[in-house]
């Protein structure tokens, strides 16, 4: 069922930041944080006590990344998704994922017109700047695949003709790791497609009472307000160009990207791909935590939500018990990060 965030909805006005523009027509970098702050903090009015997984979802935003959220049912995997889209002040539109879903209806489809004696290209829900793909696994290879050519190259070509997406496009999937009975695990293709991969994880005890009173009389999404428009976003996604990496901090990504590839226990390691998402989501984290530059610290602090999912265990070592978290931890402790 599609939704559009910018339907009237019930409830006070949000609390937006003006926004101010330099001498050049552009917006001032302090609007830019007021606005990704005042984003952050319209979330958590639905999603209480995960900050850090929040903010791992709007760098991935800043960055032009789609996010994959992984968790166990009743976590709030779906909810996170529509509080983002429902915060932006764009379209959204929701996909829930089926066996029986075609590559047709998520991308569109030519529909002969007789009157003009032509076929005419309707387009899919593909075609919105937030789309929400729920239970992505439980859709067929030929299903996902679809979303291949949207996802990198943010275009979708049917028929031999090429058709372009929104400036501000962002695929936010849901799929659960423990009910596999009838769903389609992510290739390795499109896992590495996804910006990063974020478990929402249970919250604790104080948290969930915030939770049962903040729904006693009524879902806080009912009444969320869009909050951040579509300038904001892109004139973030500038700003996130402008914070710098220098070129030792370069080199320590590079060098963690390549240990991964030739680690004894991984079959598969981190792409030249995943290497620019940590690099670019490294920018991003830099620019909420308020800096001009990327520190080891961030790249070290960004690296498990980036770089894990990218990450294949041989079977013996996943026998063993050993995962790709604590694989990548075992090496980053191991790189020396540079002073």
């Known amino acids: 069922m599609d939704e559009n965030p910018n339907a009237p909805r019930a409830g006070p006005p949000p609390a937006a930041a003006a926004v101010d523009y330099n001498d050049a027509g552009k917006i001032h970098p302090e609007s830019i944080m007021q606005a990704i702050e005042s984003l952050i903090a319209n979330i958590e009015k639905v999603i209480i006590g995960k900050r850090p997984v929040i903010e791992l979802a709007v760098v991935a935003l800043l960055c032009r990344g789609h996010v994959l959220l992984e968790d166990v049912p009743g976590t709030g995997k779906t909810m996170l998704a529509r509080a983002l889209a429902r915060s932006l002040d764009i379209g959204m539109k929701r996909l829930q994922c089926t066996p029986d879903l075609l590559p047709s209806d998520i991308t569109g489809v030519p529909i002969y017109?007789?009157?003009?004696?032509?076929?005419?290209?309707?387009?899919?829900?593909?075609?919105?700047?937030?789309?929400?793909?729920?239970?992505?696994?439980?859709?067929?290879?030929?299903?996902?695949?679809?979303?291949?050519?949207?996802?990198?190259?943010?275009?979708?070509?049917?028929?031999?003709?090429?058709?372009?997406?929104?400036?501000?496009?962002?695929?936010?999937?849901?799929?659960?790791?423990?009910?596999?009975?009838?769903?389609?695990?992510?290739?390795?293709?499109?896992?590495?497609?996804?910006?990063?991969?974020?478990?929402?994880?249970?919250?604790?005890?104080?948290?969930?009472?915030?939770?049962?009173?903040?729904?006693?009389?009524?879902?806080?999404?009912?009444?969320?307000?869009?909050?951040?428009?579509?300038?904001?976003?892109?004139?973030?996604?500038?700003?996130?160009?402008?914070?710098?990496?220098?070129?030792?901090?370069?080199?320590?990504?590079?060098?963690?990207?390549?240990?991964?590839?030739?680690?004894?226990?991984?079959?598969?390691?981190?792409?030249?791909r995943g290497t620019l998402a940590l690099a670019r989501g490294s920018q991003g984290m830099a620019l909420l935590r308020g800096r001009e530059f990327v520190t080891p610290d961030i790249v070290k602090a960004m690296a498990g939500a980036v770089l894990e999912h990218r990450l294949i265990v041989r079977p013996h070592a996943a026998a063993n018990g050993r995962t790709a978290r604590d694989i990548l931890a075992e090496i980053l402790d191991r790189l020396p990060p540079p002073v």
């Open 113 to 272: 017109n007789q009157k003009t004696g032509d076929f005419e290209f309707r387009p899919g829900p593909v075609f919105t700047h937030i789309l929400l793909a729920d239970e992505i696994n439980r859709a067929t290879p030929r299903a996902q695949s679809a979303l291949l050519e949207c996802m990198e190259e943010f275009r979708v070509s049917v028929d031999g003709i090429g058709y372009e997406l929104p400036a501000v496009f962002m695929v936010l999937a849901t799929q659960n790791p423990i009910d596999m009975a009838g769903t389609h695990p992510l290739p390795e293709a499109q896992l590495d497609r996804f910006f990063v991969r974020l478990p929402v994880g249970y919250p604790d005890l104080d948290e969930e009472v915030r939770i049962l009173a903040a729904q006693a009389q009524a879902h806080p999404i009912d009444t969320l307000q869009p909050i951040v428009g579509e300038a904001e976003v892109l004139a973030a996604r500038d700003a996130v160009k402008t914070v710098h990496v220098a070129a030792d901090v370069a080199r320590y990504m590079a060098r963690i990207s390549a240990a991964t590839r030739t680690h004894r226990d991984l079959r598969l390691g981190v792409s030249p």
